[in-house]
T-cell receptor, first 114, second 115 residues
Framework: DTAVSQTPKYLVTQMGNDKSIKCEQNLGHDTMYWYKQDSKKFLKIMFSYNNKELIINETVPNRFSPKSPDKAHLNLHINSLELGDSAVYFC?????????????FGSGTQLSVL | DQQVKQNSPSLSVQEGRISILNCDYTNSMFDYFLWYKKYPAEGPTFLISISSIKDKNEDGRFTVFLNKSAKHLSLHIVPSQPGDSAVYFCAASAGNTGTASKLTFGTGTRLQVTL
């Protein structure tokens, strides 16, 4: 009964390929995110969607295209994969309360570009 | 420009003792701070948070202290347990009243609690 689930967990592919990572949350949250954790362990925000609308785009190359068919899903499509795209990608959804908020993360997708 | 820094990549503490994890930030606009815990092959999970209007927040064995003048926060775990062994990320955001806030994370500190 996973709250934020993303698939696949591991993705190994060749340079130049196009791949997608899917994310779904069953928490009823309005806001979802994609974060990237690179080899230096920095966890950086890539995108945020609120009710299917793009809210944050952190100067990510346009080879990365998020798509939100509904507020429970935020998928990430990557075109023309490069070696530097190898990282762990985390999806998250946000619970926002009056005085605080917290993110719920998926278990991550480890992308290896060969 | 690393706005949230965790200068200790790792920390080893004996079971039952106190674990102190530190975090420094540079952006004076940050007003909300969180700690996340991450086990291998899992996503980060929320642990505890603190607003800039407070200097301390406690939840069971976990206490977060905030020193705004020093732009420093710390997470205390007392007593430390083997199950606390994980990577701990400090995170901060500026103004969480909008439709989407942006958390800036540190690089994490790996805590090892030994028997």
């Amino acid at each position: 009964d996973t709250a934020v689930s993303q698939t696949p967990k591991y993705l190994v592919t060749q340079m130049g390929n196009d791949k997608s990572i899917k994310c779904e949350q069953n928490l009823g949250h309005d806001t979802m995110y994609w974060y990237k954790q690179d080899s230096k362990k920095f966890l950086k925000i890539m995108f945020s969607y609120n009710n299917k609308e793009l809210i944050i785009n952190e100067t990510v190359p346009n080879r990365f295209s998020p798509k939100s068919p509904d507020k429970a899903h935020l998928n990430l499509h990557i075109n023309s994969l490069e070696l530097g795209d190898s990282a762990v990608y985390f999806c998250a959804s946000r619970l926002r309360l009056a005085t605080n908020e917290k993110l719920f993360f998926g278990s991550g997708t480890q992308l290896s570009v060969l | 420009d690393q706005q949230v820094k965790q200068n200790s990549p790792s920390l080893s503490v004996q079971e039952g003792r106190i674990s102190i994890l530190n975090c420094d930030y540079t952006n004076s606009m940050f007003d909300y701070f969180l700690w996340y815990k991450k086990y291998p092959a899992e996503g980060p999970t929320f642990l505890i948070s603190i607003s800039s209007i407070k200097d301390k927040n406690e939840d069971g064995r976990f206490t977060v202290f905030l020193n705004k003048s020093a732009k420093h926060l710390s997470l205390h775990i007392v007593p430390s347990q083997p199950g606390d062994s994980a990577v701990y990320f400090c995170a901060a955001s500026a103004g969480n009243t909008g439709t989407a806030s942006k958390l800036t994370f540190g690089t994490g500190t790996r805590l090892q609690v030994t028997l």
